[in-house]
């Protein structure tokens, strides 16, 4: 489904990703994981078009999406859920949520099954999206990804910024959507939380991968485990 | 005093409507128009010369709001271009300077072709009573007209998908594109929308007293007096500040004088900047 090679970015000229490459399947979930600093919202970013990469190629099923802008990325159906949100903060949830569909007409069906998801966003469907706190901040940038029916959902640190209760809360949203079938690609610092949440993984350090496999495999890697799980 | 207040409030909603499209610009692309007025103008001299020609007053008019709509579209398809590849502070300060420039070629174009042209839209028929003050019936309708406006936007940007989406590129660009929204094309449209609003504020200033080309100056400058009380990219705030300024302005015109209105509607901006920078309705980030 989406296939990530040779592929380079930074800033001012100086890359700070190397040669990156990944793919992800459908119906996967798949997690880049990496400490502060690796490069992961780089990655991302410049995956989704918001950033210009120095080299290399995205293919998205089947089409070159290469320095597209990432409004078109967003429209052909791969949905960046981004750490820093970028919700509308003046707007109400339900008007975040029906922009989330932009352009096509808000399936209600869809809807429901949103605030399903998230029983929180339906109780404060008529509040500013900016007085919320940050996990039904987190809540609501998910579901707005979710309101465009995505082919793929892009996460970028999804538990940042949360106390840890509210991170598996996250995750356990994320491992339903998975269960309904839809394709995941996260990038986590926090590695026991993505790991018990995807199938294989990618280790990106100082814009390097170092490692992949499955998430068993990656478990079992002393490496691993003294770095990220702090196993000694 | 009472007619002075209304008078007022029949400016302001003028003012108000012009703000609109100033603030909504600003908010959308970080581009401040100072053509603005001058564009104001233009659409009048097209409804003149268009009456002046024989055409009925409601094709004239009609023709006013899409030469205000066109001169939006050209901005954005020409002089703007240079404008868009910049951010920040030198984004406003070039846009600054080009619609300056826009600004007095236009109005000096119609100074050397028209340099008496005027419009004034003067409808028939005794006054009207309102409060035991005679309203001219051209400012009724002016309002009327005004007031309808502002609540078509009031709708359009609160009920319609594309009315929201204009609105999240104004509340973070970023987000806006992440959920597949082209900011540039939401610019496009409300540079064509505030030309049109700018020609609908000539047309219905013009049943209230005649515009003629030298007019553009001023309606810039209470326009962008309006869109720093009202706060940048708020619709209501504009609608809000127009009308408080409107009152403040008929009443200290009538009181003291012309220009020393126009002072103290600076000073109410500068006030405001200094007090509430967000603007009467705004909240701080
Ligand atoms: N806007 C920026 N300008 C310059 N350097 C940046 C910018 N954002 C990130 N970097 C640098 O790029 C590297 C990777 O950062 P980032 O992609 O944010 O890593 P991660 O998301 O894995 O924490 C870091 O060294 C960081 O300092
Ligand atoms: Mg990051």
Redesign the pocket.
């Known amino acids: 489904m989406l296939e990530v090679a040779g592929f380079s970015a ?3 000229g ?1 890359d ?2 190397h040669a990156v490459a990944f793919r992800v399947d459908a119906g996967e979930a798949v997690m880049i994981i ?12 410049a995956m989704c078009g918001l950033l210009s990469p120095s080299a290399g190629q995205v293919r998205f099923e089947g089409n070159d999406i290469t320095r597209l802008p990432a409004e078109r990325i967003a429209r052909l159906g791969l949905r960046f859920v981004s ?1 820093e949100r970028h919700l509308f903060p003046r707007m109400t949830v339900q008007e975040n949520l029906l922009l989330g569909a932009y352009p096509h007409r808000p399936d209600p069906q869809t809807l429901s099954t949103v605030l399903e998801l998230f029983p929180r966003l339906a109780e404060r469907r008529r509040q500013h999206a900016g007085t919320m706190s940050g996990g039904e901040q987190q809540m609501l940038a998910v579901g707005r990804a979710l309101m465009s029916k995505p082919r793929l959902l892009v996460l ?2 999804p538990s940042t910024g949360l106390a840890p209760l509210l991170a598996q809360a996250t995750y356990k949203a994320l491992r339903v959507l998975r269960k309904q079938g839809l394709t995941v690609l996260v ?1 986590e ?1 926090q590695v026991p939380l993505a790991m018990a949440f995807s199938d294989r993984g990618y280790v ?1 350090e ?2 390097f991968i170092r490692l992949q496999g499955t998430t068993a495999e990656l478990a079992a890697h002393p490496g691993i485990r003294s770095a990220y799980l702090g196993v000694t | 005093m009472i007619a002075n207040i209304l008078d007022g409030i029949v400016l302001g909603l003028q003012f108000g409507l012009l703000a609109v499209g100033l603030t909504l610009v600003y908010g959308l692309g970080g581009v401040l128009n100072l053509a603005h007025g001058q564009m104001a103008v233009a659409a009048a001299m097209v409804v003149a010369l268009a009456q002046a020609a024989g055409l009925p007053i409601w094709l004239a008019a009609g023709l006013g709001l899409l030469a205000g709509g066109l001169m939006g579209l050209i901005l954005d398809l020409t002089i703007l271009r240079p404008v868009y590849r910049l951010r920040g502070e030198a984004r406003v300060l070039l846009s600054l300077l080009l619609t300056l420039g826009v600004s007095f070629t236009v109005e000096g174009f119609l100074n050397w072709r028209y340099a008496l042209g005027a419009l004034s839209l003067r409808i028939g028929g005794g006054a009207v009573e309102i409060l035991g003050v005679p309203m001219r019936r051209g400012s009724l309708a002016a309002s009327a007209i005004t007031l309808a406006t502002f609540a078509a936007l009031f709708l359009f940007f609160r009920y319609t998908s594309l009315g929201r989406a204009v609105r999240s590129v104004i509340e973070d660009q970023e987000g806006a594109r992440l959920v597949g929204i082209y900011p540039h094309r939401m610019l496009r449209l409300i540079l064509v929308l505030s030309g049109v609003l700018a020609a609908l504020v000539a047309i219905t200033r013009a049943m209230v007293t005649p515009i003629d080309v030298h007019s553009g100056l001023s309606i810039t400058t209470f326009a962008l007096i309006v869109t720093v009380v009202g706060g940048l990219g708020n619709v209501a705030g504009a609608l809000l500040a127009g009308l408080i300024l409107g009152i403040v302005n008929a009443v200290a015109a009538d009181l003291i004088g012309t220009y020393i209105s126009l002072i103290i509607l600076l000073g109410a901006a500068a006030l405001t900047i200094l007090t509430r920078p967000a603007g009467l309705l705004g909240v701080r980030e």
């Open positions: 930074g800033y001012q100086n700070v990703l990496g400490s502060n600093g690796a490069g992961k919202t780089t990655l991302f970013r750490a970028d640190e990038a610092q990106l100082n814009g």
